[in-house]
């Protein structure tokens, strides 16, 4: 039941293509990162995206 669950909320959330991203205003700030790390011919979850995001500032530096 619950695998379920987790699979139509997977389902219903919202998809978008890099271009989108690139030019929404929630992600302004991160537009050189996210250009860089996403794909073209992909598309990404909201959630997807933060744990780019979340994953790339937990990085260390050289």
Not at 10 to 32: M, N, T
Request: charged content about 40%; hydrophobic content about 30%.
């Amino acid at each position: 039941m619950a695998k379920q669950v987790k699979e139509e909320n997977k389902k219903e959330e919202r998809c978008f293509s890099k271009e989108a991203i690139l030019q929404s205003q929630k992600y302004a700030v991160y537009g050189d990162l996210l250009f860089t790390v996403l794909e073209d011919d992909k598309v990404y979850t909201s959630k997807e995206i933060d744990n780019m995001i979340d994953e790339f500032q937990k990085g260390k530096v050289r």
